[in-house]
Structure formats: structure tokens, C-alpha cells
């Protein structure tokens, strides 16, 4: 339904973002930060966008494999820790797309 402009993404499991705050995105890099899990990712590359989902656990990235597959969509799929360096140049992306990450880090405030 996100390739027709009919989508829901959230930031926490009660927190949908208006659509307002995605705008176009089509050909636009984006990251989902610590969004694996086969939610977030599949929205933004049905949306167009080179989306690249970066996060620590190999169970949260395969979900989205799972869905890029059953879907027929590209999702570029990072293993990574947020709290060391990441492995892209700054200013790779145009977008970052991070829900509420930082509350599983002790680094960054969470926990």
C-alpha cells in the first residue's frame, strides 16, 4: 500500500509521524537508524527512497529481508552499533529517520 501513498510510520508504538514530515523522498538516501525489524524500511523504499536500515541486532535486519523479498523492494541492510563510528561518510544521507534509538543506549541518555 506504500508504493500507492498509503502508509504509517511510527516513532514509538503509539507515536504515528505525520505524513507531513516525510516529504518526497523518492531518490533521496535515507537512514533508519536502529529501525530494523521489517517496519519502517519497507515504507520509505515503497516511497521511492534509497533506504539504507542500520541496526545492531542480526534477528531486527533479517525481518527486513524478509519483507524487501516479499515485497520485491531494495533495502540496504547494516549491522552496526549507533554509539561507534558509523560506516559512511558524512553527509551521505539526506534523511535520518531515528525512533526513539537513543532510550537503548546508555551512551546516548537511555536506560
Same mark, same amino acid.
Given at each position: 500500500? /506504500?508504493?500507492? =501513498?498509503?502508509?504509517?510510520?511510527? @516513532?514509538?508504538? +503509539?507515536?504515528?509521524? &505525520?505524513?507531513?514530515?516525510?516529504?518526497?523522498?523518492?531518490?533521496?538516501?535515507?537512514?533508519?537508524?536502529?529501525?530494523?525489524?521489517?517496519?519502517?524500511?519497507?515504507?520509505? /523504499?515503497?516511497? =521511492?527512497?534509497?533506504?539504507?536500515? @542500520?541496526?545492531? +541486532?542480526?534477528?531486527? &535486519?533479517?525481518?527486513?529481508?524478509?519483507?524487501?523479498?516479499?515485497?520485491?523492494?531494495?533495502?540496504?541492510?547494516?549491522?552496526?552499533?549507533?554509539?561507534?563510528?558509523?560506516?559512511?561518510?558524512? =553527509?551521505?544521507?539526506?534523511?535520518?529517520?531515528?525512533?526513539?534509538?537513543?532510550?537503548?543506549?546508555?551512551?546516548?541518555?537511555?536506560?
Amino acid at each position: 500500500m /506504500a508504493k500507492q =501513498g498509503v502508509y504509517r510510520l511510527f @516513532l514509538t508504538p +503509539t507515536k504515528q509521524v &505525520l505524513s507531513s514530515w516525510i516529504k518526497e523522498v523518492v531518490g533521496k538516501k535515507v537512514l533508519a537508524l536502529i529501525s530494523g525489524g521489517g517496519q519502517q524500511g519497507p515504507v520509505f /523504499a515503497a516511497l =521511492g527512497a534509497d533506504i539504507t536500515v @542500520l541496526d545492531i +541486532t542480526p534477528a531486527q &535486519l533479517e525481518k527486513d529481508r524478509t519483507v524487501a523479498k516479499r515485497e520485491n523492494i531494495k533495502i540496504n541492510l547494516v549491522q552496526a552499533d549507533m554509539t561507534e563510528n558509523f560506516p559512511f561518510e558524512d =553527509g551521505f544521507f539526506d534523511l535520518i529517520f531515528h525512533p526513539v534509538a537513543n532510550v537503548y543506549s546508555e551512551h546516548m541518555g537511555g536506560i
